[in-house]
């Protein structure tokens, strides 16, 4: 079974500074997808970014970008220019790049504080 | 174009109690996913469903069933309600079921207090 580990429960930046969340994650597959989710006190779950494993390059979206290391089965989230709607939980997600396999398996994730 | 819309946002019931919660995805998304949110456990998979069949399911007991209707549209029910079963249910769709990497989009989720 995949598992995915976040071993940050907390993490705080300045406003403005760049921030990085760790997550790794275990699989033996080689078809998958790692996602990124935002969630605010709102408690909906923000698609933050995604990364499709059998792409090297690391996936950015605006101010967030990824380090995506196959090898080594991390994924790390990086947040420049932080802001304070940054803050938030985050969490890691895997998915099986197999059909019919919708679920998505979550870290515990990075509790995020944006100091002003 | 809407969200994903889930109804009620909180609900408390007593231990006994049956309840269901319901959900409605995307215009255009057949998948709906179902996910329990605990402090304790963190996030789990409780099913799936697509085209109005179950497609997957989690490791929950048999009191936790689900349906899906023509339009998309999904309820879950939990029967015989436990104190354990205290929890934010998040619901999730998507426009097929999964292999393509198709994101899931949540909605606000439904706060079940147990009493």
């Known amino acids: 079974a995949q598992t995915v580990t976040q071993s940050q429960p907390e993490m705080s930046v300045q406003e403005a500074e760049t921030v990085t969340l760790s997550c790794t994650y275990d699989?033996?597959?080689?078809?998958?997808?790692l996602f990124w989710y935002k969630q605010p006190p709102s408690r909906q779950m923000i698609l933050v970014i995604r990364?499709?494993?059998?792409?090297?390059q690391n996936a950015t979206e605006n101010r967030f970008s990824v380090n995506f290391q196959k090898a080594a089965k991390s994924f790390s989230l990086k947040i420049s220019d932080s802001q304070l709607g940054d803050a938030a939980m985050y969490f890691c997600?895997?998915?099986?790049?197999?059909?019919?396999?919708?679920?998505?398996?979550f870290g515990q994730g990075t509790r995020l504080t944006i100091n002003p | 174009k809407a969200g994903v819309t889930q109804t009620p946002r909180y609900l408390i019931k007593t231990r006994g109690q049956q309840v269901t919660l319901s959900c409605s995805p995307i215009?255009?998304?057949?998948?709906v996913s179902w996910y329990q949110q605990t402090p304790g456990q963190g996030l789990q998979f409780l099913f799936e469903?697509?085209?109005?069949?179950?497609?997957n399911k989690g490791n929950f007991p048999g009191r936790f069933s689900g349906r899906q209707f023509s339009n998309s549209r999904s309820e879950m029910n939990v029967s015989t309600l436990e104190l354990g079963d205290s929890a934010l249910y998040l619901c999730?769709?998507?426009?097929?079921?999964?292999?393509?990497?198709?994101?899931?989009?949540f909605g606000n989720g439904t706060r079940l207090t147990v009493t």
């Open positions: 999730a769709s998507s426009l097929t079921t999964g292999g393509d990497g198709s994101p899931l989009h």
């Open positions: 699989t033996s597959e080689s078809d998958y997808y």
């Open positions: 990364q499709e494993a059998y792409k090297q």
């Open positions: 997600a895997y998915r099986s790049g197999i059909q019919g396999a919708q679920k998505l398996v």
């Open positions: 215009s255009g998304h057949r998948s």
């Open positions: 469903y697509f085209s109005e069949t179950q497609r």
